[in-house]
């Protein structure tokens, strides 16, 4: 088996924890460099890190022929720059959700790597939590039936940094809209996970709280390609909170959190369950796993570049009904 060497464009606070180890952790995989805007930022990651080699530029990244693949670790307002460089340099690519700022960038991005013949995914990681793949597998096993409808609700209280502005999350020009594209995108994702694609958009988004330029709050009404049906709120000004996924079927029904740990709850005529399910310290690890077992031949990746153009389309709806 090869090992795969990466490099990561980026070291900002996702790459401590949630992703970054993820890459030294995994089986034939090694983190074999990093490059930062601040240089400094990225020798200081490697130390800790214990990461071999610290490039000064991404051109220097993407010239080192031992460097197999790369992690755009950065906000979206630079993923299709340094997506089309790593595809121009023929380097297998994992960039940050979401793809890009808008669908037709990503739709570049996509049609750079078809070009090169080079593989690249996305890092929607939560296809591979435990958390998700029990419901996927609840839903297989047929324990709520078929199912009818899907309800997402999320809402929570502004952020002290969303408040004033200061939060990249809330500048359009660096996230491509406001909090909904950063955190509603994975929900979207694991529903097209479970159900396939959203083939039918109907959008409304307001900006109520006046907090920042982008939208605060957004409603959606969804149909999937197998006659699924549902709805979705996300509200980021609120002053309590709630996450909660409520998939019903001809026999029962599931709720449990996108972005909590609590237990998955079934519900049937018979009875209520409550499904504990861990998680994982690195929570990319399993995903970057498939990702190298599939340039070594031994398995697929079910994050790719298709599967978030889904994704970036629905996203695309809803900025687009904002606009009409």
Known sequence: MKIIHWAMIGTGDVTEKKSGPGFYKAKNSVLYGVTNRTLAKAEDYAKRHHVKKVFASVDDLLADPKVDAVYIATPPGSHKEYALRCAAAGKVCYIEKPIALTYDEALDISDAFKKANVKAFVAYYRRTLPRFTEVKSLLESGAIGDVRFVNVAYYRPAAKDEING??????????????????????????????????????????????????????????????????????????????????????????????????????????????????????????????VDELNGQGTCPSTIESALRTAWVCEQVYQQQDD
């Open 166 to 291: 200061t939060h990249w999350h809330v500048q359009p020009e660096i996230s491509g809209g406001g909090i909904f594209m950063d955190m509603a995108v994975h929900t979207l994702d694991i529903l097209d996970f479970f159900f396939g694609a959203i083939e039918k958009v109907a959008a409304f988004s307001v900006n109520q709280a006046g907090y920042y330029e982008p939208e605060d709050n957004v409603a959606l009404s969804f149909a999937f390609g197998n006659r699924i049906i549902g709805t979705g709120n996300w509200c980021f000004t609120t002053h309590t909170a709630a996450d909660n996924i409520q998939i019903v079927g001809s026999k029962g029904e599931i709720n449990f959190g996108c972005f909590t740990n609590d237990p998955i709850q079934l519900k049937t005529a018979e009875q209520e369950t409550a499904i504990p399910v861990g998680t994982i310290e690195h929570v990319h690890q399993n995903l970057i796993q498939t990702i």
